[in-house]
T-cell receptor, first 117, second 119 residues
Framework: KAGVTQTPRYLIKTRGQQVTLSCSPISGHRSVSWYQQTPGQGLQFLFEYFSETQRNKGNFPGRFSGRQFSNSRSEMNVSTLELGDSALYLC????????????????FGSGTRLTVV | AQKVTQAQTEISVVEKEDVTLDCVYETRDTTYYLFWYKQPPSGELVFLIRRNSFDEQNEISGRYSWNFQKSTSSFNFTITASQVVDSAVYFCALSEAGRLTGGGNKLTFGTGTQLKVEL
């Protein structure tokens, strides 16, 4: 069974540019969430998508956005990159049958390491 | 608001020693899930355990064991007879079931504990 796939693994961008990261969840998983990991702030929740709808959002500026496609694949976009956006971006997929309050847990991808110069 | 505290930033042990990683959480929700993840240098978060708030039974999986105590809001993780391969950063995380947050999956992580196991 394939795991969560994130592409690309590494990315170097210049300040002011924009970037798009991709995440393919485990087959059958409809929930995809994104996290940013930095040495200073640790692991922080960005947003979560379920059945193509943003269901939850963290405290990040509007420069961070995302979307989910009908096949559950998700992308996140960061516009007008800043040096502080350099981080490991992790995607997690969850089964989530929509049966409250069951939580089936999260499987993470290997991440995309973004460096902004 | 939900919060997870891992007070131990770094722990160093000698191989074969037992080590306990502490985790204290805060939540107003009555239904929630607790997790432990391992992050090796490669960066991927490896799932170790999931526990819901209604199941306080301790769990043992090989050399790993977990002690969940709602009375003290703690979910501690013990590695017995540690090995060099256990060296990694370990994260405790909390996910509220949604009655207060309006639903959705969101993990709140602790700051992690760097475990170094030396020969």
């Amino acid at each position: 069974k394939a795991g969560v796939t994130q592409t690309p693994r590494y990315l170097i961008k210049t300040r002011g540019q924009q970037v798009t990261l991709s995440c393919s969840p485990i087959s059958g998983h409809r929930s995809v969430s994104w996290y940013q990991q930095t040495p200073g702030q640790g692991l922080q929740f960005l947003f979560e998508y379920f059945s193509e709808t943003q269901r939850n959002k963290g405290n990040f500026p509007g420069r961070f956005s995302g979307r989910q496609f009908s096949n559950s694949r998700s992308e996140m976009n960061v516009s007008t990159l800043e040096l502080g956006d350099s981080a490991l971006y992790l995607c997690a997929s969850s089964l989530d049958r929509g049966i409250f309050p069951i939580n089936y847990g999260y499987t993470f991808g290997s991440g995309t390491r973004l460096t902004v110069v | 608001a939900q919060k997870v505290t891992q007070a131990q930033t770094e722990i160093s042990v000698v191989e074969k020693e037992d080590v306990t990683l502490d985790c204290v959480y805060e939540t107003r929700d009555t239904t929630y899930y607790l997790f432990w993840y391992k992050q090796p240098p490669s960066g991927e978060l490896v799932f170790l355990i999931r526990r819901n708030s209604f199941d306080e039974q301790n769990e043992i999986s090989g050399r790993y064991s977990w002690n969940f105590q709602k009375s003290t809001s703690s979910f501690n993780f013990t590695i017995t007879a540690s090995q060099v391969v256990d060296s990694a950063v370990y994260f405790c995380a909390l996910s509220e079931a949604g009655r207060l947050t309006g639903g959705g999956n969101k993990l709140t992580f602790g700051t992690g504990t760097q475990l170094k196991v030396e020969l």
